[in-house]
């Protein structure tokens, strides 16, 4: 079993994921990551991942930390709050049971890019970069499986964040058409 990473000290450790595989595999229809997974995939990745339980308003993930490791969340809900240009926290989503947080950094392991905080009670699985290796190197067609499913999800995301992107320009450009110089 890999460390358990410091940034979790604050959770309650609820062990490894295997006794958690049922409650894993109940959330295949609506998770992006697993929803191509068998019972038996989804067992055997329980294998590599431990299960957290937050408290409401306990921090799970804290913007510009380190971090190497991604969460799916089992039960209960977090905000996902980003620290606006006068350092004030707004919130940019709203995550429920289903759903992986820290992927970005798991994979590149730069610092966190926004703060995310249990809003419930609420428990996660966790798979760090270690225990990612590992599958990769111990079981490399369910190694394959995740890395393809977790660029797909990426990729989904910069997608719709630039077509975002795109929004905000076109409305700003129209505002700049319609102002009065």
Known sequence: MAERPKELAQLDY????????????????RCRLIENFSPAEVRLLSHFM????????????????????????????????????WNRPQ??????????????????GEQRFATCVAIEPTMVAVLDRENLARI?????????KILMELVLM????????????????????ERAATTPS
């Open 154 to 173: 990426l990729s989904q995301r910069l997608r719709l964040t630039s077509a975002r992107l795109v929004q905000v320009l076109d409305e700003q450009a």
């Open 136 to 144: 990769i190197v111990e079981q490399p067609l369910l190694g394959a």
């Open 50 to 85: 431990n299960v957290y339980k937050a408290d409401t308003g306990a921090e799970i993930i804290h913007e510009g930390a380190g971090g190497d490791f991604m969460l799916l969340l089992l039960e209960g809900r977090v905000e996902v709050r980003k620290q606006d240009r």
């Open 14 to 29: 609820l062990g490894d994921a295997i006794q958690f595989s049922g409650q894993i595999h109940a959330l295949i229809p």
């Open 91 to 108: 919130v940019i989503a709203l995550v429920e049971a289903g759903n992986t947080l820290g992927e970005m950094s798991m994979i590149d």
